[in-house]
Each structure stands twice: as C-alpha cells, then as structure tokens.
C-alpha cells in the first residue's frame, strides 16, 4: 500500500506515528492519505498492473479524516467537497457523518472506522499495577471557562486558576498532561506523544471523554451543520443549558486501554464510545463530578478487583485496535476497492 501524509495537525497528533511499514508490498493499488492537509490525491490517475487478473487500472484513493465533525466548523468546507469527488473512499470517526453525507451522495463513500492504536512499538512498559505512581489522569487541553472543563474536568483534577477543591479525591495524585504550550492557566505538563503514553501506563484511572464543546463564534457555524451531525446540548442539574457540542471517537480513550490504566469515560448523550467498546467490560462510566469521586475511590480503594478488567482489556485491544488489525479489516479484506 502507498501511503501519503500532509500534516496540518500538532506535532503530538497521533497521525504522526502511524507505521505502515507492515503494509509494504501488500494492496499494492490502494493509496492510502492522512493529514488535515490532505484535498485530493495526487496519483489518481496513475495506471497499475492488477497482480490478481493482469488487467490495468488506476489506483484506488482512500482517505482518513479524523478531523470530523470539527472540521466542518473551519473555513475548509470547500476541501471537503473536493475530497468527496476526488477520493474512492473516505474513512472517518463520526457516525452521523458518514450516514448523512452517504445519503447525500447516494452511494458508500464514507466508512465509520474506530481509531487504531498507531504502533505496537510504542505501546510503553506497563508498571506492575502496585508500583503505578499517580492515581487520576487526564490528557488533553483544557478550556477554564467551557463547561466541559470548568464543571466536569477541573473539579476531578482539583487544578485550575480557580483553586478547585477536588474533595474525597484529594488524597489521590492526579496529572493533567497536554501536547503543547500550557496555555490555559492549569497546571498542565507538556510532554510528547511517547512520554504522554508513558505516564498514562504509570497511571491507575484515566479521565475519558468523546466531546468537542462548541462556544463562541463557532455556535453559528455549528448550527449549520444540521443534516450532517448533531450538535448536542449538556445541562446542568437545574436542566438549563450549559453548553453545546459534537462528538467524535477520542484517542485518549484508546489510548488508556492500551496503557492498562482503566478508563473512567464521560456519559454523554451519544455514547459513541459504545461503538466499539462495551461499558463494564471495557470502560466505566461516569455522570457527573459525584458520580467520579465515588467511583474513583472505591477503584482506587479495591484496585485489585478491577486488574482483570484492564488486563482483559488490553488484550482485547491488542486483538482488535491495532494498526495492523486496522489494515486488515478495513484495507486488505474490503471487497470492491
């Protein structure tokens, strides 16, 4: 398989570690594109020898988008359109999007995937579960004033410009770790993708979420996108709306489970994570800052009794979310291409 790449995302985007080297060789007519910087494929129309009937043909175009259903918020729309004329196939994270837009245009073009751990070989040394060193993670940026964060986010990790009292859960550590410049007042530590995956192993619960909050000027934008994805709204106790957003399936999630840390997600009205995973088996949910510290402490407090969940976990992973297992199901075995 031929494999492109124009990168717009952070230097910490896992798009940046995807090793194909396994495919070379094999799918030799499908050209495979990632990277926000990605509007058409360049080898289109490049003729190839079919090894199976010796008949030519052009390459087959596939892209990734992981940027969806926040791509759609920027000025690019326009690059969306030219994708959707110039690629076979694109292969994308949200759902709704790929219902939508292949009933617009009428035929299969959008593939839901799930994200694939992007290589086995940075899959870092599990501490035994007795010698991890922090109790609650959380990786990501964090937004002080977005509901999201102000309500859900930083009153779990008891950080933040506005002194969160984090309550029975202050006996525990707890780390926010981000991929860039501490920009948002919290005292996140910024670390690379591989020591991101490294402290995230160190680590006994990991804090999940498949939200994108929607504020500001990107409201109007959003509102647009009716018939494509929904835009969401979260409450507060009284039932009044806090906040809007999209979802989208998060790394993070992924991430934790192949870090055996066990993954404390978020229950929000989509429940994307179910797609791929099942909650009690795979992940646990939570429904508010409560509802966390309770179930945090009695994890953190009988850790033990939740050591074959992680482990069962991983190797469900390792069988199923890999790169290579990606490739298979979704490249190599798909008929049609």
């Given at each position: ?52 009937c010796g008949t030519n ?81 959380y990786a990501g940026h ?196």
């Amino acid at each position: 398989m031929r494999t492109h790449y124009a990168s717009r995302e952070q230097d910490y985007a896992p798009l940046h570690f995807f090793n194909w080297g396994f495919s070379d060789g094999v799918r030799e007519d499908v050209s495979f594109y990632t990277g926000h910087g990605t509007q058409q494929p360049d080898d289109a129309s490049e003729q190839i020898t079919c090894l199976t009937c010796g008949t030519n043909k052009t390459r087959t175009s596939i892209f990734m988008d992981l940027e969806v259903p926040n791509g759609l918020l920027s000025q690019e729309r326009i690059n969306w359109e030219l994708r959707e004329r110039n690629f076979d196939k694109i292969f994308t994270i949200e759902p709704e999007v790929v219902k939508n837009r292949n009933e617009e245009l009428g035929e299969e073009k959008y593939v839901y995937i799930p994200l694939p751990f992007p290589d086995i070989n940075l899959i870092p040394e599990h501490p035994d579960h007795d010698k991890k060193t922090c109790d609650i993670f959380y990786a990501g940026h964090v937004f002080q004033r977005l509901f999201l964060y102000q309500k859900i986010i930083l009153p779990i990790m008891g950080s933040g410009e506005l002194s969160y009292d984090p309550g029975p859960l202050k006996r525990f550590n707890r780390l926010i770790v981000s991929g860039g410049n501490s920009t948002h007042q919290t005292p996140e530590r910024d670390v690379s993708y591989q020591e991101k995956l490294s402290l995230n192993a160190d680590s006994r619960i990991t804090v999940g979420h498949s939200i994108i909050p929607i504020h500001g000027r990107w409201l109007g934008q959003a509102k647009k996108l009716s018939g494509i994805t929904t835009l969401r709204e979260l409450r507060n106790s009284q039932g009044d709306i806090e906040s809007n957003y999209i979802v989208q399936q998060k790394y993070r999630n992924i991430e934790a489970m192949f870090c055996k840390s066990l993954l404390l997600h978020f229950r929000d009205g989509s429940r994307i994570i179910e797609d791929f995973f099942e909650p009690d088996k795979h992940f646990i949910y939570f429904d508010s800052v409560e509802d966390f510290q309770e179930k945090a402490c009695y994890i953190l407090d009988h850790y033990d009794e939740y050591i074959p969940m992680i482990e069962d976990t991983f190797e469900y992973v390792m069988q199923n979310h890999t790169l290579e297992k990606f490739f298979e199901k979704y490249i190599f075995s798909i008929q049609g291409l």
